[in-house]
């Protein structure tokens, strides 16, 4: 099956620093990607949805100069958390689809977990 | 996007079946009805989806009411492995709004 990777897969930073996480899509190309935020005992939230060398759409009330997104190639997109807070703490999530039909399959990566001091 | 009612949780034993129901009563004609799973501490994964017509795969299998404004999710024989929160998705667009899901709970 295909296979979605993050990286990091955890992350401990002091606040006011900014943080890279990546999403890869090992073995095939994602024609979009999306990130989701989830909190703890919560449901996920959709941040933003990136296709390849275009801007990414941000859901409402997502900051978009906060939270980053770059999407340089059919296999890799970027989530920079620009001076993060402690209430940043999350669970970050990518997924990416292959195709552009409402009923493909999304491949999820294994998160990526921030820790804002 | 369309509401979905899912049960907070649900408790099975292992080896047996399972049914996991899921209201959707202002899902739209051209929605999908996704299922997806999420493990503790991981990513959520892909279970099955379905249109208007029952679906099988090797994970579970989809009932969809007549009217499409319900579905139910079947195990088959749950495994402690089986044990997660599950999210009921109609979908029409490629993005998926997730909802509070049912937290399934295995008995060895």
């Known amino acids: 099956g295909a296979v979605v990777s993050q990286h990091p897969s955890w992350v401990i930073c002091k606040s006011g620093t900014s943080v890279k996480i990546e999403c890869r899509s090992l073995?095939?190309?994602?024609?979009?990607m999306f990130w989701y935020r989830q909190f703890p005992k919560q449901s996920l939230m959709l941040m933003a949805t990136s296709n390849e060398g275009s801007k990414a759409t941000y859901e409402q009330g997502v900051e978009k100069d906060k939270f980053l997104i770059n999407h340089a190639s059919l296999t890799l997109s970027t989530l920079t958390v620009t001076s993060a807070h402690p209430e940043d703490s999350s669970f970050y999530i990518c997924?990416?689809?292959?195709?552009?039909?409402?009923?493909?399959?999304?491949?999820f990566g294994p998160g990526t977990r921030l820790t804002v001091l | 996007d369309a509401k979905t009612t899912q049960p907070n949780s649900m408790e099975s034993n292992e080896e047996e079946p399972v049914h996991l129901p899921c209201n959707h009563s202002?899902?739209?004609?051209?929605?999908?009805i996704h299922w997806y799973r999420q493990l503790p501490s991981q990513g959520p994964e892909y279970v099955i989806h379905?249109?208007?017509s029952n679906v099988n795969n090797r994970m579970a299998s989809l009932a969809i009411a007549e009217d499409r404004k319900s579905s139910t999710l079947i195990l088959h024989r749950a495994t402690l492995r089986d044990a997660a929160v599950y999210y009921c998705?109609?979908?029409?667009?490629?993005?998926?709004?997730f909802g509070q899901g049912t937290r399934l709970t295995i008995n060895p």
């Open positions: 073995d095939f190309q994602a024609t979009t």
């Open positions: 379905g249109l208007t």
């Open positions: 202002t899902i739209s004609g051209t929605d999908y």
């Open positions: 997924s990416a689809v292959s195709g552009f039909d409402s009923y493909n399959e999304q491949f």
């Open positions: 998705i109609p979908q029409g667009a490629q993005k998926l709004v």
